[in-house]
């Protein structure tokens, strides 16, 4: 069961990859770039029960959090254009927009 | 079904390493510096994976903190002071193709001369490692091995290696960080060569590729 679990996360992470390729807009490459961090984490965990060391769960777990504040980032610098704003600004550039 | 859990390693290596290559030729090829980001944070992440299949699993996290995490942030960074897109086309030089062909065949020539993958008499754990592993419990008092030679054995090592990641922070921040509009009258509205020039930041896709 994990083989074939293992196959189609290889299988999606292929076709991730492509739209990342492909575009065409930015937004499916963010799209694509934070579901191929979930790719990965599927396949750590994946890993860990193939090789019976269940414990690869725990790393599974750091990746998520890892490709959760590269997104935020990602996100936040569409929003704002910039990467050091405080949140007194973003509050007033939340207001003139 | 015979397929063993090895055999079933071997395959994810392989598709890893496949993907691995696309990515890096997708990253030579495309031109929009967002989707390169984006791009090098997979591979990344794609790298991480392979260390993990490696069992190197603190090297993949490093990797992936690094790599998909920080590295991400930080290019992003400097895309918000630079433009979206690479200037000039690159050319094809044929020496530098040369070079690289063969610092690759000389690096895969030596590969079987490399001890097996795993092999406890490889020359690199004959020299001095076994008295890490006999002494380290009794010179350092630390249980963890890789603590007690990362921070005893190899100390002024890792001293350096922490002056070096502070300095490149230092650089980092100096570069990228906010700018302030403080008691030395600097802000972006009066500086000489303003970095966001009036009608350039659009915050909407416009520029799609």
Redesign the interface.
Known sequence: MFIGATTAVLVAMTLVLYRAFAGPTLFDRVLSANSFGTKIVLLIGLLGFLTDRPEFLDIALLYALVNFIGTIAILKFFRYRNMGLSSDEIASREDEG | ?T?S?DM??II?DL?LLT?LC??AF?IML?R?L??VV??T??FS??S??LL??LDA?DV??TE??VG??IS??LM??T??LTKRREATKPKLSPIGLMIIFLTGATLIYATPDMPKFGAADSPGLMHIVPDYIEGSKNDIAVPNIVTAILASYRGYDTLGEVAVIFTAGMGVIIL????REDEYGYSEDNAAFPL?PEGS???T?KD??
């Open positions: 079904m397929t859990p079933v390693i994810i598709v993907l696309l990515t997708a495309v929009h967002f989707a984006a791009l944070g997979a992440l794609l991480a994976g993990v299949t699993v993949a996290f992936a903190a998909a995490g991400t942030v992003l960074g895309l918000a990228l960080g906010r700018r966001h930041d659009n915050t896709g799609k590729s």
